[in-house]
């Protein structure tokens, strides 16, 4: 077990909590990060699933397989910007929920390419 004695603070003492032994203090900070690794890992599942399913549905909108080869493996398919101002459109900001949430509202903005199609495109608009 460990002891924990919570003391007021005042201008000049060390803000936080003084444990009775140097172990108390390890054994604490072992329960705390058991206790933020178990929370982590319950909110990243929940809104990996979240995100995941956004996207699933973004993709679904837009034909759900590359418009180019027909692909339709979720995995490698890729959101494309029509007009190619990908480059400006990640630098305000739209990348992971916000660009999805993107599709969602300006479809016509966009089209599903896969991983393939989307780097011939990118060298092929590069002039290689
Ligand atoms: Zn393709």
New binding site residues.
């Given amino acids: 077990m460990y002891s924990v004695k919570t003391v007021a603070v005042t201008p000049t003492e060390k803000r936080g909590r003084q444990y009775a032994t140097p172990e108390a203090k390890e054994q604490d900070r072992i329960r705390q990060a058991k206790y933020r690794a178990a929370k982590r890992y319950d909110y990243s599942g929940a809104s990996k699933r979240s995100q995941h399913m956004k996207r699933v549905r973004a993709l679904m909108l837009l034909g759900g397989?590359?418009?180019?080869?027909?692909?339709n493996d979720m995995r490698?398919l890729d959101f494309d910007h029509v007009k190619n101002n990908g480059a400006e459109h990640r630098r305000q900001g739209f990348i992971g929920h916000k660009m999805i949430k993107a599709v969602l509202q300006n479809p016509t903005d966009y089209q599903v390419?896969?991983?393939?199609?989307?780097r011939?495109k990118y060298f092929e608009s590069k002039g290689y």
Avoid at 113 to 118: A, I, K, P
């Fill in positions: 397989k590359c418009e180019n080869c027909g692909n490698v390419l896969c991983s393939n199609c989307n011939i």
